[in-house]
Nanobody, 123 residues
Framework: QVQLVESGGGLVQAGGSLRISCAAS????????MGWFRQTPGKEREFVAS????????RYADSVKGRFTISREYAKNTVYLRMNSLKPEDTAVYYC????????????????WGQGTQVTVSS
């Protein structure tokens, strides 16, 4: 079992930056791919970014490519999402998740989820 706790969300102006974090429990963190998804009311959970177990391969949604960066820090069992040039349409609850077999782009690829952190971008 893996437990995930997101933090770092908040209110930021358009054009600003924010870094959100996801701390994972358990010693198997380094074996798993990690992903970030986001969701707004009435919409399905949307893929944002993912990173493989080694940290060497990443994937991004087209809507965030060039603005967001996913990274991981093994010593702290933590994955980060650095968000630059934020837009109002980035407003959502952001979730991190564990992919035990890869670093997929579908929510169904992921086995464990955090509780989410709210990111609000004002115009």
């Amino acid at each position: 079992q893996v437990q995930l706790v997101e933090s770092g969300g908040g209110l930021v102006q358009a054009g600003g930056s924010l870094r959100i974090s996801c701390a994972a429990s358990g010693r198997t963190f380094s074996s798993y791919g990690m992903g970030w998804f986001r969701q707004t009311p009435g919409k399905e959970r949307e893929f944002v970014a993912s990173i493989d177990w080694s940290g060497g391969r990443t994937r991004y949604a087209d809507s965030v490519k060039g603005r967001f960066t996913i990274s991981r820090e093994y010593a702290k069992n933590t994955v980060y999402l650095r968000m630059n040039s934020l837009k109002p349409e980035d407003t959502a609850v952001y979730y991190c998740a564990v992919d035990r077999t890869g670093w997929g782009i579908r929510a169904d690829d992921y086995d464990y989820w955090g509780q989410g952190t709210q990111v609000t971008v004002s115009s």
